[in-house]
């Protein structure tokens, strides 16, 4: 498989560093369109570790909104005991989403399509319900933050520097995730994706590296978490939610599957048609949902082919 | 000890009201390798039409009746226009396209309906209580629901064992080229699966009606509810269904009763009153993970 180009990634990272340089510059960028696109790059972080497993393994994980909320909790759990610190706060997110990947990830993988798709979903949904029943941070209300996260102490996640941070995270992510899929492991994991048996008859434990994938993509994700939960300064159960997990899984697929910086676009059109639709009319799923049903059985590429990567 | 007889009574009933849902998706699944996202907006619609036809038709009866069926019609509708278009794709094409089936459902019904909760009132003949035992009156609806699923399921399993259509859908589960090849069309095999379970799903929300609120998304919950007794029964199999949804409906319900008590024995202080109502609402789902631990496929998995 070879490395796609780096032109269409490097020229979204630009378009995204373009309000800060701006900014910089002086120009007065303020209001609706640069929180709108803090939201793009935290939602594109998720999706992004979800095309981790989703596009470079081929597992079709129904539950990754799982640890999203898992990493924006551990962000209010801390901050209920007045911790809001990230040198602390990121590592217990990290800890936490890895066990819970770990563990759910092993019994998950012990089954094969249709089943892995159930179990993946019902193991969020037990996150989403164990959140829910958390009556020390807002049960089903949510939990609004007293503050938001310090790193080292600095306000680099205060609404004047978040922008610049999302997108610095959202760039390493990008930059480790590419180191992932073309090291040696990640060559692994695709192969499973294609054959399987001939993997494990090259003597590579499937099972193992489609583990390791998923701990992976579930940490990254968890750091999508607590960025989320310090963006909107509230943690809500419904970060759980299966719809949220779907939503991610169109975000990975529109933006074209495997391809990484795809997540970026995914994220971009589907942050941007709900805000969009939803000024329209409040009866926008009406909208999104029959485009989504179209989209699957008309555009059998998705947007893959204008995002410029394999199909 | 009369407490702990209402939970499994109430446990009892949930699991048959799962087995209703989870039947039909069973063998979707099983039979048309079809990963159907969207069977728990046939249970929301079910309860929504019950709803409707009730006020129109004047009556519980009729209701059942007519949004069952509808319920199947519609069901058939959207496998004609867009389930069929699945079954050769990718299972990521089937659950990104169900799944955006669902978003529309859900927004549909709030179109028509309303976002407020609509009620149905129990039928006349069911709606007073008897006496179980001293000092502990249950109501006749739910012992008349928990009975009607045994039914189903008595049914079920006489047409899926005895019957020549049943014995074409064991078939197509094992192995459905050959069964084509024998020159059985098995897209109106497809059809007849498919416009029974969700006729079943329909069913069993109008039959939920009466107990819960009808509202936007209630069929969201019990679908993953029957995903995981699927999981646990084995795809394709209705006598594991049927086991499966007796698990879950008695885990959950007896689950939710006890481990509260059991966390403030083991426990103390505040933390147990944290820690149950959260470990309540995981058991179902660690039943599921220790039962794959052992059996991957299920209890009673179809192929091997």
Partial sequence: MSQPSLRVPLALFAA?????????????IGGFVPLLLERVMVF?????????????GGLISFGHAAPLAIGAYTVAALDHAGVTEAAIALPCALVASGIFAALTGAVALRTRGVNFIMITLAFAQMVYFAVSSLSDYGGDDGYTLYSRTTVFGRPWLEARSFYVTALVVLFLAWLLLRVITASRFGRALAAVRQNRVRVQALGLNAFAIELVAMVIAA???????????????????????????GDLMVMVILGGIGSLHGAIIGALVVVLAEEGLGRLTSHWPLIYGPALVLAVLFLRRGLAGIGGSRG | MTLLVVQALNGFQLGMLLFLIAAGLTLVFGVMNFVNLAHGVQYMLGAYLGVMFAR????????????????GAFGLVLERLIFRHLYARSELDQVLATFGVIITLNEGVR???????????MPDALSHSFQLMDGLRYPVYRVALAVTGLVVAGLLALVVNGTRAGMLIRAGASNQEMVSALGVDIGRLFRMVFGVGAMLAGFAGVLAAPLVSVEPNMGDNLLILAFVVIVIGGTGSIRGAFLAALIVGLVDTLGRSMITDFAHAVLSGPASSRVGPALASMLIYLVMAAVLAVRPAGLFPLRS
């Fill in chain 1, 16 to 28: 995204l560093a373009l309000v800060p340089i701006l900014r910089a510059a002086g120009v007065p």
């Fill in chain 2, 56 to 71: 129109i038709a004047g009556g519980f009866w009729s209701g059942l009746i007519l949004a069952s069926l509808a319920a």
């Fill in chain 1, 44 to 56: 594109a972080l998720a999706a992004m570790s979800l095309d981790l497993i989703l596009g470079v």
């Fill in chain 1, 219 to 245: 940490m990254l994700c968890a750091v999508a978490g607590v960025l989320l939960a310090n963006e909107a300064e509230f943690v809500s159960p419904a970060y759980g939610s299966w719809s949220h997990s």
């Fill in chain 2, 111 to 121: 179109l028509v309906w309303g976002s407020a909760p609509l009620e149905l009132p």
